[in-house]
């Protein structure tokens, strides 16, 4: 715990000084989903980059 405690620390010493909580928390939920990301990746658990693109094209029609 005290390894996630010191990461979050050295994050928010590295944003700017005008910085809101609401731009904290967003920051921390986007590291968190990109972790969560690769950890299913590691995991085999993914698709490839010509899937993804057919899942874009249809989204984005």
């Given at each position: 715990?005290?390894?996630?405690?010191?990461?979050?620390?050295?994050?928010?010493?590295?944003?700017?000084?005008?910085?809101?909580?609401?731009d904290?928390?967003?920051?921390?939920?986007?590291?968190?989903?990109?972790?969560?990301?690769?950890?299913?990746?590691?995991?085999?658990?993914?698709?490839?980059?010509?899937?993804?693109?057919?899942?874009?094209?249809?989204?984005?029609?």
């Amino acid at each position: 715990m005290a390894k996630v405690k010191e990461e979050v620390i050295k994050m928010i010493q590295k944003m700017p000084e005008k910085i809101s909580i609401d731009d904290i928390m967003e920051e921390l939920y986007f590291r968190k989903k990109v972790e969560a990301g690769i950890k299913e990746l590691d995991k085999g658990k993914g698709i490839s980059h010509k899937e993804a693109k057919k899942h874009l094209k249809k989204w984005l029609s």
